[in-house]
C-alpha cells in the first residue's frame, strides 16, 4: 500500500487509498471548506496527534507542491504509519509539526515527489539524534 504526505495548513496530511488523516495541529487557519473537507470538530494533536479527515467530493485532495512517498509494509495499516510519521514530526510540547524536519527530509531542492519509506523503517534511536540535532536551538 502506497501513502502520500503532504501539508495542509501547517499540519500534515497523509493520503492512502482515498481516505485522509490529520496529523498535528494546524498553524495557520484553514479554510476547510475551500480545501474540500469536513472541518474538523477539534484538533487538538497534544489529545490525539492523528485524526481522520472527510473529504466533501470524491476528489483527491492536493497535497502540496512537495510531498512524501511511503510504501507501507503488508502488515502496516495507514493509522500505524500516520503514528510513526506523527513520531518524527510532531513537537510533543505543542503539538505542532516541525517545518524543519520536514525541510531535512525535502532537501535543499525539493522535487515533486519524494521517495520516504525509510522513515517508517528507520530505528527510534537514530531518529532521536536527528531530531534533537536538527530542533536544537543555537
Known sequence: M???I???????????EGSYLLIGNTKVPCDWPQQDFVAPAEIDALKNPVQPLE???????????NYLTITLSPNQTKEDAANII???FLITRNGSISDRLWNLILGEDPAP????TWLLTMP?????????TVLRCT
Do not use: F, N, Y
Open 124 to 132: 527510534d534511536r537514530l531518529w532521536q539524534i536527528v531530531r534533537e
Open 113 to 116: 515527489e519524494t521517495e520516504a
Open 86 to 88: 506523527a513520531s518524527r
Open 55 to 65: 473529504r466533501c467530493s470524491s476528489q483527491p485532495a492536493p497535497l502540496g507542491p
Open 2 to 4: 502506497i501513502a502520500h
Open 6 to 16: 503532504g501539508r495542509i495548513a501547517g499540519a500534515i496530511l497523509l493520503e492512502c
